[in-house]
């Protein structure tokens, strides 16, 4: 790990960023981490702060030069339930933005790049338990299709080009510290804000739809650990699956129970029980194990019980 790193953060006021810059801040130090956005949040408060369209190809390297970025945490997306209201800006958002970043690396200005990918990639025809690495994908959103693509890109550029990417297939993430985004895994956080606020929650997944799910502890020890650990360790330049813990809204409704005995639950799917239908039940992710590390700290039980007690003190 060099420690002279000077990191932008690419949409950073979102659910994944909020907790990043502050994760990262604390281990590389603030004005080391650049916070970036289409608009200027909390964070400019705390450390540097810069207004970034990621489209902009030019002002996101007129930022890298002033700055000298050494790595781009790339986070800026449109999401699985919002990219299927808006396709064709979700599609250009998503991949535009990858391309403006890729280019960078290529181009030699910056070193290394992370950008995430998520479930989404896969599709209705996937093994649903314990998906593996490698299988049949075919993603039916527009955001699976540009993390898909997206996916292929980062290979690309690596093996063409010698650019450091690296990446994550994330599951849902659920922290308290910030709002989710408008992805389909949404709920199993605005359950527990409901579940202390009016003691219930009107469900947009049917009761039985098993997800993976990830604290956002873990997701963040994951992204971090992932670019620190040595290049050559980094045997898969698409994205790495990676596991926390699989629950349906009906587990864990039952698991809140036991801190908030009075919560009741009720069911109403939506569009997004669609999309939710076409996504893995549970990951494997024995090959970020195996290349380097990867250990989550949270099961269903633990995720819950924290969730709780931060949102109450919150």
Sequence with gaps: MRTSEKILV????GQIGTELVQNLRNIYGIDSVI??????????????????????????????????ITQIYLLAALLSATAEKMPKFGWDLNMQGLF????????????????????????????KINTPQYTIMEPSTVYGISKQAGERWCEYYFN???????????????????????????????????????GSYECFLSENTTLPMMHMEDAIKATIGIM??????????????????????????????????????????????????????SIDDTHAQKDWGWQKKYDLQKLVSDMIKNLKKD
């Design 35 to 68: 916070a970036s956005d289409l608009k200027v949040s909390e964070q400019a408060k705390e450390g540097p702060f810069e207004i970034i369209d990621v489209m902009n190809a030019q002002a996101i390297f007129d930022i890298v030069n002033r700055h000298k």
């Design 228 to 281: 620190q650990v040595d290049s050559e360790k980094v045997k898969i330049r698409s994205s790495y699956n990676i596991a926390g813990c699989s629950f349906s809204p009906k587990e864990i409704a039952q698991e809140i129970k036991k801190h908030v005995p009075n919560f009741s639950i009720s069911y109403n799917p939506d569009n997004r029980q669609q999309i939710a239908d076409s996504w893995p039940k």
């Design 160 to 198: 063409k080009y010698g650019v450091d990417v690296r990446s994550l297939r994330y599951p849902g993430l659920i922290g308290w510290k910030s709002a989710p985004g408008g992805g389909t895994t949404d709920y199993a956080v605005h359950i527990f804000h409901e579940a202390l606020k009016s």
């Design 100 to 127: 403006n970043v890729l280019d960078l690396a290529k181009e030699k200005h910056i070193q290394q790049i992370y950008w995430p990918s998520s479930i989404a990639v896969f599709g209705p025809n996937t093994p």
């Design 10 to 13: 690419i949409g950073s006021s």
